[in-house]
């Protein structure tokens, strides 16, 4: 199946998930994708929360209200997204490719046809839609924990204080940029890597290319439409 021909393929399919079947699948790709990697997302956003307000902060000179305020624009708006859509390329993206490729290999594709299964709505959907979902609340979680370890840095013992008033400061449409960008990222990574791993390849050998292909593809569909989503605050 090609890339433009999924996403109908996968909206005609949504009324499979009454299935407890495609629901347990869609449980597990959730596990793996969202809850295994919250961690590694969480320390990321401490991490990213304490470099930029040390730089804001301690060595610019900006203020302490001032800083957070530039930490949540550019986090909101740009690195929560960008950052957690690249740690879900490089960490599920390539297992859903070089798992659905080894299916392939191996004849349970086939083997699901002749038991009357659709393969697209028992394994792509779930992983698309578990994908999309952690993509959105991870984003969240990514800036939580980067705003979180910044208002510590610039108001110690104040910073649940600055933390309330920080909304203030913030537009609306800000704040849901960072979840609309994640759910789209989401999408897009689990997209291209089912699609890499259900074509063209019949050997085992060709496995560890869909992986890297998948992984290329994936963060070059991130990239481009960051673009377009920057190109789209413009006019918005």
């Not at 449980?27 to 401490?46: C, N, S, V």
């Not at 979680?141 to 705003?147: N, P, Q, R």
């Not at 390849?201 to 989503?229: E, T, W």
């Amino acid at each position: 199946m090609k890339l433009p021909a999924l996403l109908p393929a996968l909206i005609v399919r949504l009324p499979q998930f009454r299935r407890w079947s495609v629901r347990r699948v869609l449980m597990r790709q959730l596990y793996f994708t969202g809850i295994e990697a919250m961690p590694l997302i969480l320390l990321m956003g401490i991490a990213v929360g304490a470099i930029v307000v040390s730089q804001l902060y301690y060595e610019i000179g900006q203020s302490g209200e001032g800083s957070l305020r530039l930490l949540a624009i550019v986090t909101l708006s740009e690195l929560a997204p960008l950052l957690t859509a690249i740690v879900l390329t490089a960490r599920s993206s390539s297992a859903i490719a070089s798992e659905l490729a080894m299916m392939r290999v191996n004849g349970e594709l086939a083997s699901l046809r002749l038991q009357g299964i659709d393969p697209i709505s028992y394994l792509i959907l779930p992983r698309v839609v578990a994908m999309t979902v952690a993509g959105g609340v991870l984003s969240c979680h990514f800036a939580a924990a980067a705003l979180v370890t910044g208002a510590v840095g610039v108001a110690n013992l104040n910073w649940i204080y600055e933390l309330q008033r920080l909304p203030d400061a913030l537009s609306i449409r800000l704040m849901i940029w960072c979840p609309i960008k994640g759910l789209v990222f989401g999408a897009g990574i689990a997209a291209i890597a089912c699609v890499r791993g259900l074509n063209g390849f019949d050997s085992s050998n060709d496995v560890p290319i869909a992986a890297s292909q998948a992984v290329v593809r994936a963060l070059s569909a991130v990239f481009a439409l960051d673009v377009v989503f920057i190109a789209l605050r413009q006019f918005l």
